[in-house]
């Protein structure tokens, strides 16, 4: 599996603005909430559990955890929120997959429609672009001068992991989907700590956009980014390292 990595700069990852972080914690507190509904204890919750492990590599703190937590009998006790994924092309004709957790499907459809047309995409149907996709379960962990990459390695297939990528500042472990909770349970029990554990969607080829296009795609995932309802973005364009986002 080719470097699906945006971990090219480790700096640049732990610096993110504010706002932008709290951006962050505010998407993956909802997703928090919604696993821990009628189940808040991780031992028994697999998913509850893979999600905590998302908001520990993002460094969310233990109290906005806890919270999050809380919320599940609470705050979202009588709302109905729905994961919904939408699928379709961005300007250029690249593949977009948004993921969604909302408790009002019109306007979130509304509002990722009117982004996508507003920056030259559309959305399509189910299954347009998402063959396009592989979905995986990836741990991202940093390269430090004490962490012998023959160890990860090892380490990674006594996991269960399919593949173990060592780019330049970071490993990446890849696992399929049904293995994903027990290989991050054995390598948090080796000790190690994740930049990214989550199951996510890796395009099998990427694409390239000339500079204006590429400027419109950007301006484009920002945007959704920014909606309340979206959780994540996959594509399959090729950013410059100093843009890649998702």
Not at 187 to 207: D, N, V, Y
Request: proline share 3%.
């Amino acid at each position: 599996m080719s470097g699906h990595s945006k971990w090219h700069n480790i700096a640049a990852k732990k610096g993110k603005a504010d706002a932008a972080r709290g951006r962050i914690f505010t998407k993956i507190g909802r997703e928090i909430a919604v696993a821990a509904k009628g189940n808040p204890n991780p031992s028994t919750n697999s998913k509850l559990a893979d999600v905590i492990a998302k908001a520990k590599a993002a460094n969310m703190p233990n109290d906005n955890i806890e919270r999050s937590i809380k919320r599940a009998a609470g705050e979202l006790g009588d709302r109905d929120f729905k994961e919904l994924t939408y699928e379709g092309y961005g300007v250029g004709g690249a593949a977009v997959i948004i993921t969604t957790l909302t408790d009002n499907i019109n306007r979130t459809a509304g509002d990722i429609r009117s982004i996508m047309s507003k920056h030259g995409g559309s959305l399509g149907n189910t299954g347009c672009v998402s063959y396009m996709f592989d979905t995986k379960g990836l741990i991202v962990i940093e390269r430090t001068p004490d962490l012998d990459e023959d160890a990860v390695t090892e380490y990674a297939i006594e996991a269960g992991a399919e593949d173990v990528v060592t780019q330049e500042d970071v490993f990446e472990i890849y696992t399929d989907v049904p293995s994903f909770s027990e290989a991050r349970k054995t390598l948090e029990e080796k000790g190690l700590t994740f930049l990214q554990a989550e199951i996510t969607m890796i395009p099998q080829s990427k694409i390239s956009l000339d500079p204006d296009k590429l400027e419109t795609f950007r301006k484009m995932i920002d945007k959704l980014d920014e909606n309340d309802d979206v959780q994540d973005i996959y594509h399959n364009v090729d950013l410059p390292d100093d843009e890649e986002e998702e």
